[in-house]
């Protein structure tokens, strides 16, 4: 059986971090930027840390190679 490749686009918009959570940017800042308030648009500049959960299903389904 042939080795399953990763997941493409999970590769561009997921990291594991060294502790193994996952980190994926914010969304809603793609456009309309000056409707969102200043503390929405500063909190949302890092990455943000998925749920636990969230994050076991992204590398049980996209990022695990087997």
């Known amino acids: 059986m042939p ?7 999970s ?3 997921f990291r594991v971090t060294a502790s193994g959570k996952i980190k994926s940017g914010a969304a809603g800042k793609r456009h309309g930027m000056r409707k969102r308030s200043q503390d929405m648009k500063r909190t ?4 943000l840390i998925l749920f636990k959960a969230d994050g076991e299903n992204i590398v049980e389904h ?3 190679q087997h």
């Open 3 to 9: 080795k399953l490749k990763t997941h493409s686009g």
């Open 62 to 64: 996209f990022l695990r």
């Open 11 to 13: 590769k561009k918009r």
């Open 44 to 47: 949302a500049r890092q990455g």
